[in-house]
């Protein structure tokens, strides 16, 4: 399995993060 050199920059990681957050409330909401 490749692994990445370098860390993913923040700001990317808080993309991430907040896409999997809205996805997760808007199942919670269902």
Sequence with gaps: M??????????K???RRSQWKT???SLATC
């Design 2 to 11: 490749p692994v990445p050199k370098r860390k993913t920059s923040r700001s």
């Design 13 to 15: 990681t808080r993309s």
């Design 23 to 25: 996805t997760a409330a």
